[in-house]
């Protein structure tokens, strides 16, 4: 059973969300709802959730403030916006998804179709040694979020995407940390290691790259399933990085 918290400031908008999501109640349990940021922060560390519905425009803070204030975070993210005027396309491409207000019963179902799909995946990714033929220890990154510092090795960052104005890193336990830098000033600090930026919202850590598909600049599968796109300037040289000698 996925066990769901919806973050949602307006009381009926969470209470309207609750009652759509009893159609998939075979698959999916509402375990918590809040209508305060504050309240969620102090609370959902001591729950085992695997989605959270997330309203973006909320005062106090915001959904991205949410996540950086929360830090370190395993959960999948669902989006819920009455407003279009943020980037959406960049929002979907590094949330699970997300969904307009009101939300349409379909695009709900779409959702919940990706999420049980993403957690199997999960758990296959669980089962995996990522570090089986690196035993040298990476030199540390300092992540500052505003619950404190994440001191994370190099070697467990599968990669680093752009989210408005926040750069979110993927680690190998499955984990995000939320950071409110650019991706650029960890591109500088990245440089020097097995990484790359293969566009302009993604770097990615050449290490757990397990395909590359052909095209205008290509795709590559990351060994956590994710697909990414490459730029056509950037081809070449991942291509060289991938397979030189």
């Avoid at 309240?39 to 959904?63: H, S, T, Y």
């Avoid at 395993?74 to 929002?91: G, H, K, Q, R, S």
């Avoid at 830098?181 to 850590?205: A, D, H, Y």
């Amino acid at each position: 059973m996925i066990k769901a918290v919806i973050l949602d400031d307006e009381s009926r908008g969470s209470t309207l969300l609750q009652h759509k999501l009893q159609d998939f109640m075979e698959v999916i349990e509402v375990i918590a709802v809040y209508n305060d940021p504050q309240e969620a922060l102090q609370q959902i560390r001591n729950l085992k959730v695997d989605v959270v519905f997330l309203d973006v425009e909320m005062p106090i803070m915001n959904g991205f403030e949410f996540l950086e204030s929360l830090g370190q975070f395993d959960f999948e993210v669902i989006f819920v916006t009455a407003y279009n005027i943020y980037t959406l396309d960049a929002l979907k491409a590094n949330a699970l998804d997300y969904l307009l207000k009101p939300v349409d019963m379909e695009e709900l179902s779409k959702a919940i179709d990706k999420l049980e799909s993403k957690i199997q995946l999960k758990e296959k990714i669980r089962k995996m040694d990522f570090h089986e033929s690196k035993p040298n220890p990476a030199l540390k990154m300092a992540l500052p979020t505003s619950e404190g510092i994440h001191l994370i090795k190099r070697e467990d960052i599968l990669r680093v995407e752009a989210m408005s104005n926040y750069s979110v890193f993927y680690l190998t336990n499955l984990s995000k940390i939320m950071v409110s830098k650019t991706l650029k000033e960890f591109e500088v600090q990245l440089e020097t290691g097995n990484f790359l930026r293969i566009n302009r919202s993604i770097i990615v850590n050449l290490d757990y790259i397990i395909k590359y598909k052909k095209g205008d600049g290509g795709t590559v599968e990351m060994i956590d399933g994710s697909e990414l796109e490459v730029s056509a300037s950037k081809k070449n040289l991942l291509i060289e990085r991938l397979f030189s000698t």
